[in-house]
T-cell receptor, first 111, second 117 residues
Framework: KQEVTQIPAALSVPEGENLVLNCSFTDSAIYNLQWFRQDPGKGLTSLLLIQSSQREQTSGRLNASLDKSSGRSTLYIAASQPGDSATYLCAALDYGQNFVFGPGTRLSVLP | NAGVMQNPRHLVRRRGQEARLRCSPMKGHSHVYWYRQLPEEGLKFMVYLQKENIIDESGMPKERFSAEFPKEGPSILRIQQVVRGDSAAYFC???????????????FGSGTQLSVL
């Protein structure tokens, strides 16, 4: 059974710092891995999707990498801003046709 | 192109009543997923439906919970005889291709916050 974990559970950084969020999955048999952002009381917004054959994807200040063999993905946020404060979740699409979510990392960027 | 629409946004029920949560997927999407989120917890998969079919309901409790996605109209998540433990945010997501595609992507609604008094 696929399990997805994320560390750290919470992170607080000053504005302008570069930071890395980590996502680990136990079963490397995945179709893709997707990173989401969730603001308090809101739904999830898709940030980046990395297909199983890809190593990384970039969008603006965000870069996500995928290492299937080690069961890891990272989300790199460059030059963080207060508006980046949110909970970040990763989800692995496994061969069982399920999107399995991690518990999320709660990010606070302090002005 | 409207996004995934969920209603109501907030739903208050007393113990023993029924709760009906609605989800209209994005235009052109025929795959719907329901998730439940408790405070400070991640999203827990409940059920995956395609038009008129339940594909995977392994995350949904066997009793009191049911889901449907008819040929016409929104997907409905129905909770009968609600209890306080059902209080949570329920999110619906839709996708265009069905989850076997490697570029399959989920699009989420804003959720329904269910409160059971």
């Amino acid at each position: 059974k696929q399990e997805v974990t994320q560390i750290p559970a919470a992170l607080s950084v000053p504005e302008g710092e570069n930071l890395v969020l980590n996502c680990s999955f136990t079963d490397s048999a995945i179709y893709n891995l997707q990173w989401f952002r969730q603001d308090p009381g809101k739904g999830l917004t898709s940030l980046l999707l990395i297909q199983s054959s890809q190593r990384e994807q970039t969008s603006g200040r965000l870069n996500a990498s995928l290492d299937k063999s080690s069961g890891r993905s990272t989300l790199y946020i460059a030059a963080s801003q207060p508006g980046d404060s949110a909970t970040y979740l990763c989800a692995a699409l496994d061969y069982g046709q399920n999107f399995v979510f991690g518990p999320g990392t709660r990010l606070s960027v302090l002005p | 192109n409207a996004g995934v629409m969920q209603n109501p946004r907030h739903l208050v029920r007393r113990r023993g009543q029924e709760a009906r949560l609605r989800c209209s997927p994005m235009k052109g999407h025929s795959h719907v997923y329901w998730y439940r989120q408790l405070p400070e917890e991640g999203l827990k998969f409940m059920v995956y439906l395609q038009k008129e079919n339940i594909i995977d309901e392994s995350g949904m409790p066997k009793e009191r919970f049911s889901a449907e996605f008819p040929k016409e109209g929104p997907s409905i998540l129905r909770i009968q005889q609600v209890v306080r433990g059902d209080s949570a945010a329920y999110f619906c997501a839709s996708s265009p291709l069905g989850s076997r595609a490697t570029n399959e992507k989920l699009f989420f609604g804003s959720g329904t916050q269910l409160s059971v008094l």
